[in-house]
């Protein structure tokens, strides 16, 4: 269950002529950038606006900020070609990304454990709890296929496409100026936005640091979402 389930958004990417289907820990802030940089043909970071909001707020993935439209939707889904984007990743990858940038690096749950390891544990321990009463962890560590069922309801002709072949797969569907600024996009290495985060993390947390135990713990509560990334 998603607590803010009624909130949820997709996001329109009129110059691809695309929702993009927002999950957390699925690319949604290199997404965004993207999205910026296609339009404007400059990094967000690099603008004054940038002093002052964030892009999730430029480009909110939830309803707060812009109301949701179902006609103006069916409209371009029906009328106009537009398709619903979503994009996939591996269960355990995102979820070690989820525990390094939300646990680790913003210490959403203000652990004193001196140990990242002793984090991880705690974290495994009381996952469950933490996912029904925790706002932050509900959001970004429900099931990616939780989202998709709700984007399903509002969004047809939704395509999947896995995490690392959204490079590909735009250079694929674009051509001319368009394309170029995908490529111009891409080559500029600032584009890996969560990579500052890890630099800043000590010791952060890789797959091989799970134990069969937690790694099976995963299996289990991502079950749906592994076919989701085949």
């Known amino acids: 269950m998603i607590i803010a389930e009624k909130k949820i958004r997709a996001i329109e990417i009129d110059i691809l002529k695309c929702f993009y289907c927002p999950v957390p820990k699925n690319g949604s802030t290199s997404l965004k950038h993207l999205n910026f940089f296609l339009n404007y043909n400059q990094m967000f970071k690099d603008t004054k606006i940038s002093e002052i909001i964030h892009i999730h707020t430029l480009y909110p993935s939830q309803r707060y900020m812009k109301p949701y439209n179902s006609l103006q939707a069916h409209f371009k889904l029906n009328f106009l070609n537009y398709h619903s984007l979503f994009t996939t990743r591996d269960p355990i990858e995102r979820f070690i990304s989820g525990f390094n940038d939300r646990v680790l690096f913003h210490n959403k749950l203000e652990l004193n454990y001196s140990s990242n390891f002793d984090k991880l544990n705690f974290f495994f321990d009381n996952f469950d709890k933490l996912l029904l009463e925790n706002m932050d962890i509900n959001w970004h560590f429900a099931t990616q296929h939780s989202f998709l ?31 170029n600024r995908v490529v111009k996009f891409y080559d500029n290495e600032e584009y890996y936005f969560n990579s500052s985060k890890s630099r800043k993390i000590h010791s952060q947390i890789k797959i091989e640091d799970l134990n069969d135990e937690q790694k099976h713990f995963i299996n289990i509560f991502y079950k749906k979402d592994f076919s989701l990334n085949l």
């Not at 709700?150 to 959204?166: A, E, S």
């Open 149 to 179: 069922d709700i984007y399903k309801k509002r969004y047809k002709k939704i395509t999947f496409i896995k995490l690392n072949q959204i490079r590909e797969y735009l250079l694929n569907n674009t051509k001319g100026l368009l394309k």
